[in-house]
T-cell receptor, first 116, second 110 residues
């Protein structure tokens, strides 16, 4: 099993360009998440999908949209990239257990995005 | 407000020395706390969760609700413990939405 995969690994955009970050998991997990990681700030939740067909905003959703394409795939779209969106983006998935204390998130390798 | 604070950006120790990585949280509900670790060139992964009360790779963490802390401890550090450690708080009460601290880099020197 590949676990959680993300594409691309690296991307450079110009301000105003759009792009979609792809995430897929092969663990039959119900829940999927997108985080961004910035220096000195840890990981911050952008959007999450508790189950197929649902998506919800996290801590920092502005400037992003998501699509839960099916149970396996959860994409993150930047419609008009800004330099403030320069970051490392991580996708994660979990079984989505009712009791979060026993739910484990599994992370992808990350996408390093630079917006000039 | 829900918050996780890891006051140390870098903790540098020698092999065999005790290690304590500090984590404090702010949350009005019943906290669910985790430690995640990222080794060099590896993915972020779960190290331990407070509800399990287990020792993983020699690390333990005790939830202290009075001090709102969840410090990670190991009595004798090893070089392979060098990594980035993140404390995380689940605030959902249902689905697992995590709030991460800024992380502490642990460097264990020979």
């Amino acid at each position: 099993n590949a676990g959680v995969t993300q594409t691309p690994k690296f991307q450079v955009l110009k301000t105003g360009q759009s792009m979609t970050l792809q995430c897929a998991q092969d663990m039959n997990h119900n829940s999927m998440y997108w985080y961004r990681q910035d220096p000195g700030m840890g990981l911050r939740l952008i959007y999450y999908s508790a189950s197929e067909g649902t998506t919800d905003k996290g801590e920092v959703p502005n400037g992003y949209n998501v699509s839960r394409l099916n149970k396996r795939e959860f994409s993150l779209r930047l419609e008009s990239a800004a330099p403030s969106q320069t970051s490392v983006y991580f996708c994660a998935s979990s079984l989505g257990l009712l009791y979060s204390s026993t739910d484990t998130q599994y992370f992808g390798p990350g996408t390093r995005l630079t917006v000039l | 407000a829900q918050r996780v604070t890891q006051p140390e950006k870098l903790l540098s120790v020698f092999k065999g020395a005790p290690v304590e990585l500090k984590c404090n949280y702010s949350y009005s509900g019943s906290p669910e706390l985790f430690w995640y670790v990222q080794y060099s060139r590896q993915r972020l992964q779960l190290l331990l969760r407070h509800i399990s009360r287990e020792s993983i790779k020699g690390f333990t963490a005790d939830l202290n609700k009075g001090e709102t802390s969840f410090h990670l401890k190991k009595p004798f550090a090893q070089e392979e413990d060098s990594a980035m450690y993140y404390c995380a708080l689940s605030v959902s009460g249902g689905y697992n939405k995590l709030i991460f601290g800024a992380g502490t880099r642990l460097a264990v020197h020979p």
